[in-house]
């Protein structure tokens, strides 16, 4: 069974500084997808970045950069220029495929607080 | 793009009673998720539909939930002699492709 480990319940960053959330698996796909969701206090679970398993250029989007390391089967989300609204749950995510679907497995989670 | 849209977003009921969530997925999205969530927790999955087939169902299913999805449209999802298990938020959620889009959850307290 795919598993998904973040092993940081609760961090913190001061507002401007880099953060990086950690995050491994589990699976015996060579192919997949790997998520990274943010989710703020009593709001709506937003996707912040997604990685292709099959492409070796990590993925990035603004301030959001992931760190791939198939291989390690690691997959850690770095924060640049932290922001007062980036303070949320954040759940790194592996989609199991089968039937068509795309379940998603979820980590724990990281409940991540922006200093001011 | 509306997004994915739920409702009622919150519902308190009585222990014993019957609720239903309603989901919205983006239109032309043909997968739709159920999911369960309760405080400090990663969501889990409870159900997905392709079109208006439910191909998959977690065993977290039990026999006091159903879903449903009409013409591959909107779903249901109906919750029968609730418990105080069950309060927790309901996300539903829709895809065209293996990214998942999520709505803002419905959230449910049994008393």
């Known amino acids: 069974a795919q598993t998904v480990t973040q092993s940081q319940p609760e961090m913190s960053v001061q507002e401007a500084e880099t953060v990086t959330l950690s995050c491994t698996y589990d699976t015996s796909e060579s192919n997949y997808y790997l998520f990274w969701y943010k989710q703020p206090p009593s709001r709506q679970m937003i996707l912040v970045i997604r990685?292709?398993?099959?492409?070796?250029q990590n993925a990035t989007e603004n301030r959001f950069s992931v760190n791939f390391q198939k291989a390690a089967k690691s997959f850690s989300l770095k924060i640049s220029d932290s922001q007062l609204g980036d303070t949320a749950m954040y759940f790194c995510a592996y989609p199991r495929s089968g039937a068509g679907s795309y379940q998603l497995t979820f980590g724990k989670g990281t409940k991540l607080s922006v200093i001011p | 793009d509306t997004g994915v849209s739920q409702n009622p977003r919150h519902k308190i009921t009585k222990r014993g009673q019957n609720v239903t969530f309603r989901c919205d997925p983006i239109?032309?999205?043909?997968?739709l998720y159920w999911y369960r969530q309760t405080l400090g927790q990663g969501p889990e999955f409870l159900t997905y539909?392709?079109?208006?087939?439910?191909?998959?169902k977690s065993r977290l299913l039990s026999d006091r939930f159903s879903a449903e999805r009409p013409k591959g449209s909107f779903s249901t999802l109906e919750i029968q002699r609730t418990e105080q298990g069950d309060s927790a938020m309901y996300l539903c959620a829709s895809s065209l492709t293996p990214t998942i889009y999520f709505g803002e959850g419905s959230w449910l307290t049994v008393v």
């Open positions: 990685q292709e398993a099959y492409k070796q």
């Open positions: 239109s032309e999205h043909n997968r």
């Open positions: 539909f392709q079109n208006e087939a439910q191909l998959e």
